[in-house]
Each structure stands twice: as C-alpha cells, then as structure tokens.
T-cell receptor, first 113, second 112 residues
Framework: DSGVTQTPKHLITATGQRVTLRCSPR?????VYWYQQSLDQGLQFLIQ???????AKGNILERFSAQQFPDLHSELNLSSLELGDSALYFC????????????FGPGTRLTVT | SQQGEEDPQALSIQEGENATMNCSYK?????LQWYRQNSGRGLVHLIL???NEREKHSGRLRVTLDTSKKSSSLLITASRAADTASYFC????????????WGAGTKLIIKP
C-alpha cells in the first residue's frame, strides 16, 4: 500500500459527460502528479501540483483541468468526454518538487461509452 | 515526450533465470528510476540511481548506470513468478525542469 488513495476505482460514463477523479496523497507529501495510461499510449504525464500551485503541465487536454486543495488532496476534472479518453488515470505523490521518487495510487479506470 | 526507451519491449524467461532490461535516454540526467507495474495496478518505485552513481543494489535487483552511453540496465536475479510485471524507467533531469520522463516499459513474463 503506497498510502496514496484514489476514488472512484471504476467509472463508466457516456460521451459528452463530465467526471471528477479524486486523489489523496501520502501523509506529508506536497506534490501531486496526474497521469493517463492507455493501451496504445503508455504512461502520459498530465499535470503536477506542489503545495497548491500548478508546477508543470504535460500532455493535458484543454477539456481536462485539475486543482490541489489546501488539505493537499487533488481533483482531476475531465469534461466533454470522448471515447478516446477511456484509460487508467493515476495519481502519484512525492515529498519533493519534481524529479524524485513518486508513490502511485491504485488508479481510476475510466470507461467512456 | 518519452525520453527513456526500454529494451526489450517484452521478455519471457523461466523461473529461476535472471532477467535483464535496458533503458536508454537522450539528455543529461539528475537521476534514473525504475518502477514496476503489475497488470492494471499502480506503479511501484523500485530503485533510484543518481547520475554520479554507477551501480546500486536492492535485494535481488541490480541497477547500473552508464552516463557516457546514456543507458541503464535493471537485472533481476533468480526470477520468481511474482516478478511478472511491466517495468518502466524514468529520468529526472534539469532539462525537463526535473519532471520525470517515462519510457514505454518492458513487459516481463516469468514462466513457472
């Protein structure tokens, strides 16, 4: 158990809908990272927050947004969902700002039908 | 962008044999890390090697780093069925603002 929690574990929704994925980092970790993993794309970095501030952006679509709250939990919002958004979404946390060990949650499996 | 490239993409060996996976990268790095992912689960950090280190051990894992060749290898000795997983390398670099750059992974299958 990494200490990182993600909810929900599974999500099935229709195209055009909006969903919110939630992540609680390990106790004491200030950085939260979001990743998307699909079969044909591998692990894609989406965005990082450090102590409430956005620190880095990867291949995150404009339809996606995220935030980190004062209690350090983070939410990833996915809107106008398309079939191609079906994937595993992972949250990871670390005690430092980028470049070091990351601890991954169990993931949220999103299926868009 | 994917900096690390693992080789081979897939590897199937008998239980008890050693497994070696390689990772190549393109820019100078601060550190290189290896992670394991069991099917459909979150990645687990295995080991981190800094750019000024050449070799590191952790249990049955041995990681080497050759910065002149921009490559690393992960050796798993005396493999077990439970080692069946995908293995990813990731590099931390000032060039990428210290964001980890991930490879596509090596899928390792240990046959009983």
């Amino acid at each position: 158990d990494s200490g990182v929690t993600q909810t929900p574990k599974h999500l099935i929704t229709a195209t055009g809908q909006r969903v919110t994925l939630r992540c609680s980092p390990r106790s004491g970790d200030l950085s939260v990272y979001w990743y998307q993993q699909s079969l044909d794309q591998g692990l894609q970095f989406l965005i990082q927050y450090y102590n409430g501030e956005e620190r880095a952006k990867g291949n995150i679509l404009e339809r996606f947004s995220a935030q980190q709250f004062p209690d350090l939990h983070s939410e990833l919002n996915l809107s106008s969902l398309e079939l191609g958004d079906s994937a595993l979404y992972f949250c990871a946390s670390s005690d430092r700002d980028g470049g070091y060990e990351q601890y991954f949650g169990p993931g949220t499996r999103l299926t868009v039908t | 962008s994917q900096q690390g490239e693992e080789d081979p993409q897939a590897l199937s060996i008998q239980e008890g044999e050693n497994a070696t996976m390689n990772c190549s990268y393109k820019t100078s790095i601060n550190n290189l890390q290896w992670y394991r992912q069991n099917s459909g689960r979150g990645l687990v950090h295995l080991i981190l090697i800094r750019s000024n280190e050449r070799e590191k051990h952790s249990g049955r894992l041995r990681v080497t780093l050759d910065t002149s060749k921009k490559s690393s290898s992960l050796l798993i000795t005396a493999s077990r069925a439970a080692d069946t997983a995908s293995y990813f390398c990731a590099t931390g670099s000032m060039d990428s603002n210290y964001q980890l750059i991930w490879g596509a992974g090596t899928k390792l299958i240990i046959k009983p």
